[in-house]
């Protein structure tokens, strides 16, 4: 029988932290899902542990003999789900208690929509420092535009999402650092949302993880992040919010050669981001960094993007 929920886990080495979700997924009361298992870890560690649930629950284990990497060990979990729905969950996050799966599958079992997800807690060193959920203007706001991600991952990692198992296409293996937005933001283009402001699930944070190892590196953002506008077109600089991201992505990085850049980005940069570039290297980083400054200048040089535009289409 086709279960409701397939729990999808990329591995990867950490075993104490795959040990502590397989066990919040065994304390859950509901019990209509099956776990995927796609491992990448170099030794037998995740296999010995995962051994150790037969029987307790659906469980199927796969290893992988040549590592994916992220996300594409996500996308082959994701192959072989039988579910209805797909809840990722990457092994340093867990379940926040024991009727959280329920939560969602309460959800998924009257929704009319494809993309359900919860508000969680964010942990540190194995501490409770903070609960990420939406407000109602914030909720709105991602209702009506989800380019508004621009402004923050307000839908948060991947593990808090459940996504129903009828997508042509998962996530962008092409990507990393711009992955989980990018996703959010294509399949919010094709479905309604439900949100749950509970905390439903707990995510674990650690040196370890992709954004850690990425954050200010200019051979990954660079690249990763004019992929992105080419992928969803450079129109979307319209969007202030998204203008203000791109503007706020050369500010941090520093980079004051345009050669550079170019080397870093690999493919062709749309000319918005080569004058918004430009206008920033007139201004010494110091100045720059300056937060009145930079906004106010970021959005007059929006403004005058917005009426270059305006006079090219009306040529």
């Given at each position: 029988?086709?279960?409701?929920i397939s729990?999808?886990i ?27 298992v796609?491992?990448?870890t170099?030794?037998?560690?995740a296999d ?6 037969t029987g ?14 992220s ?5 082959n ?9 797909i ?12 009727e959280?799966?329920?939560?969602f ?14 508000a ?15 407000d ?15 402004r923050?991952n307000?839908?948060?990692?991947p ?9 042509e296409s998962?996530?962008?293996?092409k990507?990393k ?8 933001i ?7 949302f439900i949100?749950?402001n509970?905390p439903?699930?707990?995510?674990g ?11 200010r ?9 004019i ?8 129109k ?6 998204v203008?203000?991201?791109?503007w706020?992505l ?6 004051r ?7 870093h980005?690999?493919e062709?940069?749309?000319v ?19 937060g ?24």
């Open positions: 029988m086709q279960p409701l729990i999808c990329p591995a990867y080495k950490n075993i104490t932290l795959l040990k502590r979700l397989l066990d919040s997924v065994m304390a859950q009361s509901f019990k209509d899902f099956e776990v995927i796609s491992d990448d170099p030794d037998t560690s010995v542990l995962c051994k150790n649930y307790k629950f659906q469980l199927t284990y796969i290893k992988n003999i040549s590592p994916l990497g996300p594409a060990n996500w996308n979990a994701i192959r072989h789900a039988r579910g209805k729905w809840k990722i969950m990457h092994h340093d996050d867990w379940f926040a208690h024991a959280s799966l329920k939560a599958a309460d959800a998924a079992l009257t929704a009319t929509t494809g993309f359900i997800f919860s969680y807690t964010l942990y540190k060193h194995d501490h409770c420092f903070k609960i990420e959920r939406l109602k203007v914030t909720e709105n706001l991602l209702r009506k535009n989800p380019l508004i991600l621009f923050k307000y839908i948060g990692h593990s808090t999402t459940l996504i129903r198992n009828n997508l998962w996530y962008d293996e990507i650092w711009v992955v989980d937005f990018e996703f959010y294509r399949i919010l283009k094709q479905t309604r949100y749950l509970e439903l699930i707990n995510i944070l650690g040196e370890h993880q992709i954004t850690s190892q990425v954050f590196n200019r051979s990954v953002e660079i690249p990763e992040n992929y992105l506008l080419n992928k969803l077109g450079k979307i600089l319209a969007n202030i919010v203008y203000d991201y791109y706020r050369l500010r941090n990085l520093q980079i050669n345009w050669k550079e850049f170019e080397a980005a690999k062709k940069i749309p918005a981001v080569k004058r918004m570039f430009e206008l920033q290297w007139r201004i010494p980083l110091k100045a720059l960094n300056k009145i400054l930079s906004k106010t200048v970021m959005f007059t040089s929006y403004l005058k993007e917005m009426l270059i535009v305006k006079n090219e289409n009306s040529d």
